[in-house]
């Protein structure tokens, strides 16, 4: 019986032998480069400058209303008059009137400036709800 395998190329030879014109290659990294950034920014946790400016901004403004708030508590307790002020803050049952307490004491009232922060206010008033 004769060899039939000498006339035809194993697949491995066939694959070997393959040469892809500039085209396909061309597409190919194209194709690769999109299904990367498909991958990356879907499930990698990628992001854009600009998303990344905004988390950072956000993360700034939290911190600082968090300092913010935790100087308002130690300044509030400081207060020669501090038991009997918080008394009197414990006993308003309204959330935003004890937040303008908190303003009106000057409490949240930062260095270097005019008006307390918001979120300094905020937690502030909540810290001393507790």
Same mark, same amino acid.
């Given at each position: 019986?004769?060899?039939?395998?000498?006339?035809?190329?194993?697949?491995?030879?066939?694959?070997?032998? @393959?040469?892809?014109?500039?085209?396909?290659?061309?597409?190919?990294?194209?194709?690769? /480069?999109?299904?990367?950034?498909?991958?990356?920014? #879907?499930?990698?946790?990628?992001?854009?400058?600009?998303?990344?400016?905004?988390?950072?901004?956000?993360?700034?403004?939290? *911190?600082? &209303?968090?300092?913010?708030? *935790?100087?308002?508590?130690?300044?509030? #307790?400081?207060?020669?008059?501090?038991?009997?002020?918080? *008394?009197?803050?414990? /006993?308003?049952?309204? #959330? @935003?009137?004890?937040?303008?307490?908190?303003?009106? &004491?000057?409490?949240?009232?930062?260095? &270097?400036?005019?008006?307390?922060?918001?979120?300094?206010?905020?937690?502030? /008033?909540?810290?001393? /709800?507790?």
């Amino acid at each position: 019986m004769a060899m039939q395998g000498s006339s035809r190329t194993s697949l491995s030879q066939r694959i070997d032998d @393959y040469r892809p014109s500039k085209m396909i290659l061309i597409w190919a990294c194209v194709a690769t /480069a999109a299904v990367t950034m498909i991958i990356g920014f #879907n499930w990698g946790g990628w992001v854009t400058g600009g998303t990344s400016r905004a988390a950072a901004t956000t993360a700034g403004d939290v *911190a600082r &209303g968090d300092l913010a708030s *935790a100087i308002c508590v130690e300044r509030f #307790n400081a207060a020669p008059d501090a038991p009997a002020k918080l *008394a009197e803050f414990k /006993a308003i049952p309204d #959330n @935003y009137k004890k937040r303008q307490f908190v303003e009106e &004491g000057g409490w949240a009232i930062m260095p &270097g400036q005019t008006s307390p922060d918001r979120r300094g206010v905020e937690g502030c /008033a909540t810290a001393l /709800a507790t």
